[in-house]
């Protein structure tokens, strides 16, 4: 059972360029986040996402950024015109659907970006 | 809003030796989880330990084991034992029924012969 799974590794973006990073969640889960590490800081709540819905996108900057889990293949997680300022590694995680409770969410290894 | 405050940015233990990490929060809610994790060079963000707030009974995993006060909304880590291998950054973090995690900013762990 493959765990949660991003692409790529490493992705290296000049300024003004868009940067794509991709998450497949583990198998049968239908809850996708995405959070941000800058360098020395912990990880920041992005966005969170089931299937072709957006539930909370409270963390992510108004410009530039989106994000969207469709019906078929992975999250996707889209930075327009990169700056400096965005490069840090994004975070994946998963969990699945539960009926009331909380669930466990399965991190990445995660997308180091860079902007040069 | 959630909080989770991680006040030693860095610690050092010896090998073998017993650590504590600190970490406080703050939730509005009745119903949450907290975790800690560990991120080693790798960057790999791996579970050490969960607890459900509405458990009284302290979390054990292994050499790793919480002290949870959810009066005092403190979550502290006791790390037994300590191996070389358990250097790295130790970051809290909190859940409700948002879904989303709140993680503090981390303390870094140094192992020492």
């Known amino acids: 059972n493959a765990g949660v799974m991003q692409n790529p590794r490493h992705l290296v973006r000049r300024r003004g360029q868009e940067a794509r990073l991709r998450c497949s969640p583990m198998k049968g889960h239908s809850h996708v986040y995405w959070y941000r590490q800058l360098p020395e800081e912990g990880l920041k709540f992005m966005v969170y996402?089931?299937?072709?819905?957006?539930?909370?996108e409270s963390g992510m900057p108004k410009e530039r950024f989106s994000a969207e889990f469709p019906k078929e293949g992975p999250s996707i997680l889209r930075i327009q015109q990169v700056v400096r300022g965005d490069s840090a590694a994004y975070f994946c995680a998963s969990s699945p659907l539960l009926q009331g409770g909380i669930a466990e969410a399965f991190f990445g290894q995660g997308t180091r970006l860079t902007v040069v | 809003a959630q909080t989770v405050t991680q006040s030693q940015p860095e610690m050092s233990v010896q090998e073998a030796e017993t650590v504590t990490l600190s970490c406080t929060y703050d939730t509005s809610e009745s119903d949450y989880y907290l975790f800690w994790y560990k991120q080693p060079p790798s960057r790999q963000m791996i579970l050490v330990i969960r607890q459900e707030a509405y458990k009284q009974q302290n979390a054990t995993e292994n050499r790793f084991s919480v002290n949870f006060q959810k009066a005092a909304k403190s979550f502290s880590l006791k790390i037994s034992d300590s191996q070389l291998g358990d250097a790295a950054m130790y970051f809290c973090?909190?859940?409700?029924?948002?879904?989303?995690?709140?993680f503090g900013t981390g303390t870094r762990l140094q192992v020492t012969l």
């Open positions: 973090a909190l859940t409700g029924t948002a879904s989303k995690l709140t």
């Open positions: 996402l089931q299937k072709e819905n957006i539930i909370d």
